[in-house]
C-alpha cells in the first residue's frame, strides 16, 4: 500500500520511472457484514466513507460502487467550486465545502489541485444584474465573498472577454467570487479513497447494487448485490442520477427526475483564460484545465434520461455563447464531449438526511452543481449517518421539506440550474 | 437529438419541441380536501423510470398541440406517441413502475 506524500516521496517516485507508483487504495472484495454501507462510489459517496472512518471511528464501512470509481459525474462534471448561493441555507452548507476544499489537499495528503482562480458570473440583462447584485449582498451579510464588477473590471479579471456593446450577449457586469475555482475531479475521487482506504474502508467496485433487504420492523438489513449479499443497518445512498431506482428497491419515491448534462473540452492551448466564466443566461461555464483544454459545460437536455448521451444542440447553444463572449476561441477544435446523468429536485437543492426507512440514509439531488459541494455533502453526511440524526447543516434539506413546503428555492433564485 | 413523431404532424426534429415532463399526472379533483402528503407527491414526485416513461411533449414550432409519449429512457428510443387525453397504448401503470 502506497505510503505519505511527501516532497521526499514524489522526488524519489519521479527518478524511479514510475515502477516504484504503488496502487493507492485496495480494490476490495465485499465481506458478509458492515456497519455502514455507502451505495455509489463517486466523490460524494467516498468524502462520506471516508468522514465515517477519520471523525465518527466507524470502520467497518463499504463503498459499493457499479462500475468504477469516480466513473459517474464525478469524473464528467467541469470542476467548478463556488458557494455564491442566494438563500442562507445553500450559503451554509456550500461554504461549509468551500472552506473544506481550501485544506483538502493537506488533510487527506493526496493533490486535488485545488484552484482558487475566481469565478466570475457574467450579467447579460437588466435583470441580471439585479439578482447577482442581490446575490452580492446576501452573500456578504452571509460570510460569502462576492463582489460586483463592471464590464471592465470583468475584462481586467479575464483579457479575453468580448465586452463590445453590440454583442449578442452584452457583459453589462459580473459576479466575482475569488475563492471559488477549479479543482481536479478525479484526483477528488482517488484522494478520497485513498485516504478511506486507508482508514480501513472497503472499496468495492464492479458490485452494483440490485436490490435492499429489509427486515419485519421495516428496518433495513443490507442489500442484495451482483457479488452477493451484504449486511448492513446503515445504507446511506449517494447515487446521484441512480438514486431514484435505488431508493425504489426500498419502496422509497423521490422527487428526483433524472436528466442528461453534457460538457466538452477543446484541443490543448498555453493558459488564455486565467478564471471561471459562467453565463447563466445563456447557459455556458468555461475554464482551462491545467493541460491546457477549454472546459466547456451547457445547460441539461430538456427530458429523462439515463442514455449518458445529449442531443448536439443543446452543446452547440453553450459553444455558440462561448464564442461570442470570446472570439479568440471560435478556431479551437473541440476533442471530446460527453454526457454525465444529473438527478434534479424541484427547487434545485441536494436531498440529505434519513428517509421513512429506519437505517436508510439519501444523499441525493444535487443536479448540475454538485461537484463543487463533495467535502461538504461527504462530511454532513457521514454525521447524519453516525448520528442517525441530521448535521444542523444538512437539517433545511430534509426530504421533508417537499410536505411541509419549506423549500430552499435555488431554481428561481438563479432562474437557471446550476 | 431526439426524431418525434407529432400524432398531428408526423416525424419532426426535437428542437421544434417542448419537453412537458411526466404523462397522466391528473390534477387532484377536491384540492381543500388533499393531505400535505398527497399535495406533495401530486406537484414533486414523479416516476422518474430507468426503461418505459410515459411524457408530455408540445410541438411548439409545429401544430402547437401537447401529446403523450412512451419513451425508454436508458435508450431515447420512442416506442410510440400518442393524443393528450387517450389511455397510454401499452396498457402499463399510470405513473409506472421500475423496470
Not at chain 1, 459580473?174 to 479543482?183: D, I, K, N, V, W
Not at chain 1, 460527453?338 to 436531498?351: E, K, L, M, Q
Request: aromatic share 8%; proline share 6%.
Amino acid at each position: 500500500m502506497a505510503g505519505r506524500f511527501s516532497a521526499l516521496s514524489l522526488l524519489r517516485q519521479a527518478t524511479g520511472g514510475g515502477q516504484r507508483l504503488a496502487p493507492q487504495w485496495r480494490d476490495a472484495a465485499p465481506a458478509d457484514a458492515y456497519d455502514v454501507v455507502i451505495v455509489g462510489g463517486g466523490g460524494h459517496g467516498l468524502a462520506a466513507a471516508y468522514y465515517l472512518a477519520k471523525e465518527h471511528g466507524l470502520r467497518r464501512v463499504a463503498v459499493l460502487e457499479k462500475g468504477w470509481i469516480g466513473g459517474g459525474n464525478t469524473g464528467r462534471n467541469t470542476t467548478i467550486i463556488r458557494s455564491n448561493y442566494l438563500w442562507d441555507e445553500s450559503a451554509a452548507l456550500y461554504d461549509h465545502a468551500l472552506k473544506l476544499w481550501e485544506g483538502l489537499s493537506r488533510e487527506i495528503n493526496y493533490n486535488v489541485m485545488f484552484s482558487p482562480r475566481g469565478v466570475m458570473m457574467l450579467a447579460h440583462t437588466e435583470h441580471d444584474i439585479q439578482v447577482f447584485k442581490r446575490h452580492v449582498h446576501a452573500n456578504r451579510v452571509n460570510g460569502v465573498d462576492n463582489e460586483w464588477l463592471t464590464p471592465r473590471q470583468a475584462q481586467a479579471f479575464c483579457p479575453p472577454l468580448n465586452i463590445a456593446a453590440g454583442a449578442r450577449y452584452p457583459v453589462l457586469g459580473a459576479a466575482l467570487q475569488r475563492r471559488g475555482g477549479t479543482a481536479r475531479h478525479d484526483a477528488v475521487a482517488w484522494g478520497y479513497a485513498r485516504a478511506a482506504s486507508a482508514l480501513g474502508v472497503d472499496i468495492v467496485q464492479n458490485c452494483a447494487v440490485t436490490g435492499i433487504r429489509r427486515g419485519p420492523d421495516g428496518a433495513v438489513q443490507g442489500v442484495e448485490t451482483t457479488r452477493g449479499f451484504i449486511a448492513a443497518s446503515k445504507i446511506g445512498v449517494s447515487a446521484a442520477g441512480a438514486t431514484s431506482t435505488v431508493m425504489q428497491m426500498a419502496g422509497v419515491r423521490m422527487p428526483l427526475e433524472s436528466y442528461p448534462l453534457q460538457a466538452l473540452i477543446s484541443e490543448p492551448v498555453k493558459p488564455v483564460t486565467p478564471c471561471v466564466v459562467m453565463s447563466n443566461t445563456v447557459h455556458a461555464y468555461i475554464s482551462q484545465s491545467d493541460k491546457g483544454e477549454l472546459v466547456i459545460g451547457s445547460g441539461t437536455d430538456q427530458y429523462v434520461s439515463y442514455s449518458q448521451r445529449g442531443g448536439l444542440q443543446a452543446v452547440t447553444h453553450a459553444v455558440e455563447a462561448v464564442c461570442d463572449l470570446f472570439p479568440t476561441f471560435s478556431r479551437l477544435r473541440m476533442m471530446r464531449s460527453w454526457a454525465g446523468t444529473v438527478d434534479v429536485t424541484p427547487d434545485r437543492s441536494p436531498i440529505i438526511g434519513k428517509t421513512p426507512v429506519p437505517g436508510l440514509f439519501v444523499n441525493a439531488g444535487w443536479g448540475t452543481g454538485g461537484f463543487k459541494a463533495t467535502p461538504g455533502s461527504g462530511h454532513v453526511f457521514a454525521w447524519t449517518i453516525a448520528r442517525d440524526a441530521p448535521h444542523p447543516i444538512a437539517a433545511p434539506f430534509s426530504l421533508d421539506r417537499f410536505r411541509t413546503g419549506r423549500l430552499i428555492d435555488e431554481a428561481a433564485a438563479a432562474a437557471v440550474a446550476h | 437529438m431526439l426524431l418525434i413523431d407529432c400524432p398531428h404532424c408526423g416525424p419532426r426534429a426535437e428542437p421544434e419541441f417542448q419537453y412537458a415532463g411526466e404523462a397522466h399526472i391528473a390534477r387532484p379533483g377536491d384540492p381543500a380536501g388533499l393531505s400535505d402528503e398527497a399535495w406533495a407527491t401530486h406537484l414533486y414526485y414523479r416516476s422518474n423510470i430507468r426503461g418505459l416513461h410515459a411524457e408530455r411533449w408540445r410541438h411548439i414550432h409545429g401544430c402547437g398541440r401537447y401529446f403523450n409519449a412512451v419513451r425508454d429512457t436508458v435508450t431515447d428510443r420512442f416506442a410510440c406517441t400518442y393524443p393528450a387525453g387517450t389511455a397510454r397504448p401499452d396498457g402499463a401503470g399510470v405513473t409506472g413502475e421500475p423496470r
